[in-house]
């Protein structure tokens, strides 16, 4: 049968084209680049046809078997897929622009580059599709299922995921601006280096979710679960994490700026190296988070914080009280945050050259003009180890401050041993002509002598 016939057969009874599909079903129908606008296919057997670029625009394929069926750079705007099974379909760069594929199941299928935008995909089935850099932006997918799906670089902005499964989904470097995600499952999911700009995470199960280095300013986290969540060097610039589980996340290097975790559970976070200035953890637990470096100032809110101990070095090293029996008594806690204040740690492994060191702050105070930098306290952890913790003021950027000390007590130092060098080399060849005129004067009086002798 040739194409025309399949395209013939298939516009004039869905159930003949059905019949015959089963009747012979080895045959492959090319209908490549055919034109199916406005087409009644409800109920049809397109499995493994090659449809590859042909136009369904507003056709009904309700309830239609696509299983296997190639759908490249295929047009379905508007298109009913309610129902419709797309099992391994091929739709790369396939049109979908406000299509109705509700409740279809997409399991498998390879969607890389399709646009959904503005498609009606509630509870589809795209468990272990393929959606990589595939345009669902503003499209309806409450209650999707997307377990194990490829949404590399998917543009999901304004999308509708309420209710959704995204557990072990792959989402890095997705654009989901504005998304909402009330209520959705994205256990284990991969985030990282995601826009999530604004999104609404509410009581999102986000357990083990990777978000490194994602995008999250102004994202609304308000009790969802993000325990053993990775969120190292992500932007949570005025977030909200209010009532959120964040047991054992890692938010090292993470920007908490002006973030809200009030009466959130912040127990054996990691926050090494955190910036959290203007932070509100106001009422949140902080039992057991390691606070190694990490960055406050005096509007960073801690009333009613609830912290028994904490640790100050990676590997729950430093603890804090020491006594591993013993817990912060009264005051013990807010004590310790204002050590943290403004503060910097000079840590010298190997001895310390006090001269240097003087020449180095001095011209370290002097680079900071009129804010004032002093030596808060210096102590001796072993022979040869130093720890000196100075205080910069809040107009000061405390890592900034501590490259440049750095900086300047190396330039010194070099420049000191490079001067003792060049003294113990003019020392030692000055000894050297020493030793040379004592040995031309031994010469000179033997040869004196042996004069004498002879006159």
């Known amino acids: 049968m040739t194409n025309q016939k399949y395209y013939a057969l298939l516009k004039r009874n869905v159930s003949l084209w059905n019949s015959w599909r089963d009747k012979y079903p080895i045959n492959q129908p090319d209908l490549r680049g055919l034109n199916f606008n406005n087409a009644n296919l409800v109920n049809a057997n397109l499995s493994n046809v090659n449809l590859s670029g042909t136009n369904f625009i507003d056709a009904n394929l309700s309830n239609a078997n696509l299983d296997g069926a190639d759908l490249t750079n295929a047009n379905l705007t508007r298109a009913s897929l309610t129902g419709a099974s797309l099992n391994g379909a091929n739709l790369t760069g396939a049109v979908l622009i406000a299509a109705n594929p509700r409740g279809a199941r997409l399991v498998g299928s390879n969607l890389n580059l399709a646009n959904f935008s503005g498609a009606d995909l509630r509870v589809a089935n795209f468990n ?14 409450s209650g999707a299922d997307f377990f ?8 999901l902005s304004l999308a509708n995921l309420e209710g959704a499964i995204l557990r072990d989904a792959n989402l890095s470097k997705a654009y989901l601006f504005k998304t909402q995600l009330k209520n959705s499952n994205l256990k284990g999911a991969d985030l990282s280096e995601a826009n999530l700009n604004k999104a609404n995470f509410q009581r999102a199960n986000l357990t083990e979710a990777d978000f490194v280095e994602a995008n999250l300013v102004q994202t609304n986290f308000k009790g969802a679960n993000l325990s053993r969540a990775n ?11 209010f009532q959120a589980n964040l ?31 203007m932070t509100n953890f106001q009422g949140c637990i902080l039992t057991g988070a390691c606070l190694e470096n990490w960055q406050i100032n005096l509007y960073t809110i801690f009333d009613g914080v609830i912290c028994d101990y904490v640790y100050l070095q990676y590997g729950q090293q430093k603890r804090r009280p020491q006594n591993p ?11 310790l945050i204002e050590h943290f204040l403004g503060t910097i740690d000079l840590v010298f492994e190997s001895g310390i050259d006090w001269q240097v060191f003087l020449k180095a702050f001095q011209k370290l105070q002097l680079e900071a ?26 107009a000061l950027n405390t890592q900034t401050v501590k490259k440049s000390f750095w900086h300047k007590y190396r330039l010194i130092l070099l420049a000191k041993q490079k001067k003792i060098k060049m003294k113990q080399e003019e020392f030692k060849t000055q000894n050297q002509k020493n030793t040379e005129l004592l040995e031309m004067m031994k010469i000179l009086s033997q040869q004196e002598n042996i004069f004498l002798s002879f006159s």
């Open 247 to 277: 047991i054992e996340a890692d938010l090292s290097r993470a920007d908490l700026s002006k973030a809200n975790f009030s009466h959130s559970n912040l127990a054996k976070t990691t926050l090494i190296e955190t910036k959290a200035w």
């Open 128 to 141: 272990g599709a393929d959606l990589t850099a595939a345009n669902l932006s503003q499209a309806n997918l």
């Open 369 to 394: 003009k009129k804010n004032k930098i002093y030596v808060k306290s210096i102590e001796a952890v072993s022979n040869n180890k130093f720890v000196i913790k100075l205080n910069v003021p809040l």
């Open 325 to 335: 029996q013993q817990n912060f008594a009264l005051g013990e806690f807010k004590d």
């Open 148 to 155: 194990g799906a490829t949404l590399i670089r998917a543009d």
């Open 231 to 241: 969120l190292t060097e992500a932007d949570l610039l005025e977030s909200n994490f």
